[in-house]
């Protein structure tokens, strides 16, 4: 013991009561900016909560297997997310749209929502086309910004639209995401919840994508009207 205690260095109180000073600074400030409350105002219960008929729309049994909502095997839905949906709905003419949802109430800076554009690739799909748009069909303060997307599997292609929400904003990179949960969480001392919105069709060809793009405006028109109104601010920024 005695030995062990020689090998410890020698901290003179000169130098060691500075030392004592930023650590207690830096205690504090990281307890006085630790967020405290949830940007979460609702608990999520999708099975429950989400519509299984719209105007217009109903639910139907999934003829093409969807997309998973993680990038890959290792990743449990169960530990990247709260709750998780996936559906198809087809309208009074046959025609079908996937639905996927994925939600997590707490965002930090390890991002837990996971884009289509690392999910679609990593289960085979080759991005063919991807261009960032504004769904300008929603009456919202804070636009609704994600993007439209051509994919190719291996039978067929899929058309995609997507938009993530974090907190009270949508975001199109995982950056932006980022700095939108340290921004939050250092000014507004706020944990932001999370949600992916994607839709999807099975196409064709790529001639067909115009027309997919246009019905999946149709149907998020009405599937985040009926869902805001039951739970507002979860598909869409306040």
């Known amino acids: 013991m ?3 205690y020689l090998k410890l260095p020698h901290v003179n109180l000169s130098t060691g009561l500075p030392l ?7 205690f504090g400030l990281a307890t006085l900016l630790k967020p405290d409350h949830h940007y979460a105002s609702h608990a999520s ?3 429950r909560s989400i519509p299984r008929v719209l105007d217009g729309w109903v639910e139907v049994q999934q003829s093409t297997p969807q997309v998973s909502v993680v990038s890959d095997e290792k990743s449990l839905v169960n530990e990247l997310y709260d709750d998780t949906l996936m ?9 079908q749209v996937m639905v996927a949802l994925a939600y997590a109430k707490e965002q930090r800076q390890d991002v837990k929502i996971h884009q289509p554009d690392i999910c679609y690739p990593a289960q085979g799909y080759q991005l063919l086309k991807s261009e960032t748009v504004t769904f300008d069909g929603f009456k919202r303060s804070s636009p609704v910004v994600g993007k439209r997307q051509l994919y190719q599997g291996q039978n067929h292609f899929e058309a995609v639209s997507y938009w993530i929400r974090v907190g009270d904003r949508t975001m199109t990179s995982g950056l932006q995401m980022r700095l939108k949960i340290i921004e939050d969480g250092l000014l507004n001392r706020r944990l932001d919840d999370g949600i992916l919105v994607r839709v999807s069709s099975a196409i064709a060809d790529e001639s067909k994508r115009a027309e997919a793009y246009a019905l999946h405006e149709k149907f998020l028109l009405e599937f985040a009207r009926q869902v805001e109104n039951r739970s507002p601010g979860l598909l869409l920024p306040n």
């Not at 004592?20 to 830096?26: D, E, K, S």
Request: negative net charge.
């Open 87 to 95: 559906r198809t709905y087809a309208d009074q003419a046959g025609h």
């Open 20 to 26: 004592l000073v930023v650590a207690i600074i830096f």
């Open 2 to 4: 005695k030995d062990l």
């Open 45 to 47: 219960d999708f099975e």
